[in-house]
DNA sequence: GTGGTCTAGACCACT
DNA sequence: GTGGTCTAGACCACG
């Protein structure tokens, strides 16, 4: 596990911790079984309220990434490499389409997107 | 001036604003010189508060998009075509930097963006 | 808006509120575009924390019952009628597979659990 | 004694130890005087902890469904089959009217709860 | 004024 | 020990 937690984003506490561990669970760096800190370990470690990293562990649960057991723990969950692909792609085109119609907006082709995207990336 | 505001949108109004009318702009749909609409006549129109439309017009005079002449309103400056390319792109890799930066957190390449970005353009 | 929250209960607070609202809103009582009370005045009024309503109201929401405005409040979402039923029919029956395990796990048949279900109704 | 225990699931493991083993005893699959597995060994094979074993069969005494006797183990009650019946009953329609309050507070007839039940059972 | 987020404690049920 | 829930305050962004 390991969080970066940044207290000037304009993203929110428990939206930065949910989208670090969902990307190191997707990326295959967390395997099936392995158990996240308990929420009370990981707020006194990461310096923030057990509420927020309760908050970041549900949204992981809804997304079907890791599975509660109460008294023992929060384990990531066993997907299949096909489901592991398929949530990747659902969780990323999901923020993809809010980008994508940015750039529509400002009347931007497909290809010029390419072209930006490859001078920065 | 064509402006869609959606209440339910998760963006703050003020912000989806200034995004559609610096569209038009860079666009070149709003030649230099164009008046805006008077913030009052454009809050009665969009059915938004004046704090929100004055919000979004700061914004657009903070970019160097507007100009504001005080007692007569607010115009759109005037942007030789070499300037309009060069804030166009600005803006859009500013929200492009962070936007490539999520997709990096889950281990995309460059080709694999391509791919997901293609499906959804 | 009348709500009857009781600590006694095994449920959680913020579920019997979102049951209850829930509820009301399938049953037609509260109308599409009926404002929700402010979180702050509901929980001054039910005794309850900020947070405990909050995400009584993030789960109608989730539910698809009811949408946030940021700055303005909550509203009953605009359903058709169809489309009630079927949110009614999906919320009843996800409970009610739970019950019928359990009934199901004394042996008893359907024509057995109507029998007993009609004493008590 | 055949029982299947579930991590992910909601309910506690000690109540579904309780409602499956009662479950058994009321549709007469054990025997009166039938001796329940030593705490011990049901906790090993469940691969449960021994307080949870010990919390179920507490309260399958506590229902007059088994009783204790210290030093030799724990044993099904000798009950006639109209005790039964009527323990069984007594049990589930505790459960059902908590049911039947859910369904009601959806505005439910008890021909509406038939017809979904019926689809699911 | 509204909702969105967060804190630093607390008590409870379950294992 | 674990997670589940809750409180009573607080600050911020939005309108």
Partial sequence: MNIA???TSDKPIYQQLYEQISA???KGELASGYPLPP???AATELRVSIITV???WEELERLGLIYT???KGCFVNDLS???MLQKRKEIIQKQMVMDASY???FGLTLEEVFELL???Y
Same sequence: chains 1, 2, 3, 4.
């Fill in 5 to 7: 937690i940044s207290n």
């Fill in 24 to 26: 190191q669970i997707l």
């Fill in 39 to 41: 929420i009370r370990q």
């Fill in 54 to 56: 309760k908050k970041a």
């Fill in 69 to 71: 057991v109460t008294g």
């Fill in 81 to 83: 490499p096909s489901e």
């Fill in 103 to 105: 750039y529509k907006s």
């Fill in 118 to 120: 490859k001078e920065i």
